[in-house]
């Protein structure tokens, strides 16, 4: 079992930045696979970006990449995404995602792999 609490979410100007926590308790953080997800307004739930269980590899969305950073410490059973140079259409109830999984450098996209959610925070960019 995994709990995920998300925080750092709220509101900022177009330009700014914010960084995302997820922090995560029970026993199974460091063999999962992490992501984080979006859900805009209007549309559907959708990938940001993915970090394996060794952390060593990550994977984002071509519209993230170069503004959003993926990053997981071990230490403190957390998972972060820095967001850089925010947009209006970056508006969204973010969601971080757990996979237990069984290959250290995997990455996964796609939200049906994920057994584990947060409650999501709101991030809110205004024009």
């Known amino acids: 079992q995994v709990q995920l609490v998300e925080s750092g979410g709220g509101l900022v100007q177009a330009g700014g930045s914010l960084r995302l926590s997820c922090a995560a308790s029970?026993?199974?953080?460091?063999?999962?696979?992490m992501g984080w997800f979006r859900r805009a307004p209007g549309k559907d739930r959708e990938f940001i970006a993915g970090?394996?269980?060794?952390?060593?590899?990550?994977r984002y969305a071509d519209s993230m990449k170069g503004r959003f950073t993926i990053s997981r410490d071990y230490a403190k059973n957390t998972v972060y995404l820095q967001m850089n140079r925010l947009k209006f259409e970056d508006t969204a109830v973010y969601y971080c995602?757990?996979?237990?999984?069984?290959?250290?450098?995997?990455?996964?996209?796609?939200?049906?792999?994920?057994?584990?959610w947060g409650q999501g925070t709101q991030v809110t960019v205004s024009s």
């Open positions: 029970g026993r199974s953080f460091s063999r999962s696979a």
């Open positions: 995602a757990a996979h237990l999984s069984d290959y250290s450098s995997s990455v996964y996209a796609d939200q049906a792999v994920y057994e584990y």
């Open positions: 970090i394996s269980m060794s952390g060593a590899i990550t």
